[in-house]
C-alpha cells in the first residue's frame, strides 16, 4: 500500500488542523492505521493508532483529548483531527500501515512522506 499525507500547515497555538492519509490499493481496510511524528532533533515519536474497522483508538498521553484518529475505509483515507495544538506539537507527521496495533514504528510495513505542522506561539 502506498501512503499521502496531507493538510499540514502553519497554525497558532489553540488552533485546528485536520491531517489526511490517502492510501492506494483495495487492501486499506485490512490495515491498522497508525501517526507519528517528528519534532527537529528528536526521534519519531507514536501519535495515534486505529484498527482495521475504527472501532478502537489509541493515543500518546501527550495528545489524548485534543487529537482524534478516525479512518473511511471507503475513501480508503485515515484522518487526524488535531485540536487545541500547542508549539511543542509541531513536528513532520507521518502516517504509517502496519497488521496490528502498536504504538512501536517497528509494526508498521508502509509509510507515508510526511507533512510539516508548525504551531506558533
Known amino acids: 500500500v502506498q501512503l499521502q499525507a496531507s493538510g499540514g500547515g502553519l497554525v497558532q497555538a489553540g488552533g485546528s488542523l485536520r491531517l489526511s492519509c490517502a492510501a492506494s490499493g483495495r487492501t486499506f481496510s485490512s490495515y491498522v492505521m497508525g501517526w507519528f511524528r517528528q519534532a527537529p532533533g528528536k526521534e519519531r515519536e507514536f501519535v495515534a493508532t486505529i484498527n482495521r474497522t475504527g472501532g478502537y483508538a489509541s493515543w500518546a498521553d501527550s495528545v489524548k483529548g485534543r487529537f482524534t484518529i478516525s479512518r473511511d475505509n471507503a475513501e480508503n483515507t485515515v484522518y487526524l483531527q488535531m485540536n487545541s495544538l500547542k508549539p511543542e506539537d509541531t513536528a513532520v507527521y507521518y502516517c504509517?500501515?502496519?497488521?496490528?496495533?502498536?504504538?512501536?514504528?517497528?509494526?508498521?510495513?508502509?509509510w507515508g512522506q510526511g507533512t510539516q505542522v508548525t504551531v506558533s506561539s
Open positions: 504509517a500501515a502496519g497488521r496490528v496495533i502498536s504504538t512501536r514504528q517497528e509494526g508498521y510495513d508502509h
